[in-house]
């Protein structure tokens, strides 16, 4: 019991960290929007993409950077246990509005870019996989959710949101690779495309096999 206490805390912790390092990554990239209208390739994020940026890739980024923020907030919201046991109307409205945003415009929009990705082919493949990935992780949590398998679809709805993450992962994995100042940008970004999401979810996986983690979750009797 004392072990499930102590993992409980931690969880706590962990999850209240995780909160605001997402919402200080969305209000860098919400902050970041004066330099996309008009876009300014001087600016990091858009540094040396003024070849690609024409075609599908222009269309893409626009409904990348306006979708992508309402997927991270509202994931947010989403995972909130106040809202999921005292607004149960909300938490499905919101839900409905996180999968068809997120399978409509976000991942969409991001196999488009996944193309001209930095890093070339081996960076654009992991954004593929991650694409894909995102999209079976939450087609699975609406199945589950239908069927009223309300356990399996918070799982799979989790997976989902730590794959959506990965946004945040990468700008805090290729920030620290700029500061250290790393000999070959496109080998650590290559390393951070792959990272960003492949680690976040082996924890996930690793935590949700965590006997103490188990126990907590057990209904009393």
Not at 130 to 157: E, N, P, Q, Y
Not at 163 to 172: D, H, P, T, Y
């Amino acid at each position: 019991m004392r072990a499930a206490v102590r993992y409980r805390i931690l969880t706590a912790v962990l999850r209240a960290l995780a909160v605001v390092l997402i919402l200080r990554v969305l209000a860098a990239i919400l902050a970041n929007y004066p330099d996309y209208f008009p876009p300014n390739f001087d600016a990091l994020f858009l540094l040396g993409r003024e070849a690609t940026f024409v075609g599908a890739y222009r269309p893409a980024f626009y409904l990348h950077i306006f979708s992508g923020p309402v997927v991270l907030f509202n994931g947010l919201i989403l995972l909130s246990g106040y809202v999921r046991r005292r607004h149960g109307g909300a938490h499905r409205f919101l839900g409905r509005v996180q999968v068809v945003v997120l399978l409509l415009f976000v991942l969409p929009s991001s196999v488009v870019m996944s193309r001209h990705a930095f890093g070339g082919w081996p960076a654009g493949l992991s954004f593929l996989l991650l694409s894909a990935a995102t999209a079976t992780c939450a087609i699975a949590g609406v199945v589950h959710a239908r069927r009223r398998r309300f356990d399996r679809h918070r799982r799979w709805m989790l997976r989902s949101y730590v794959l959506i993450c990965s946004a945040v992962v990468l700008r805090l994995i290729s920030g620290a690779a700029g500061l250290v100042g790393v000999p070959s940008p496109e080998g650590a970004y290559i390393i951070a495309a792959w990272s960003s999401w492949l680690l976040p979810l082996a924890v996930f996986e690793l935590v949700e096999r965590v006997p103490a983690h188990r126990q907590s979750r057990r209904p009393r009797p």
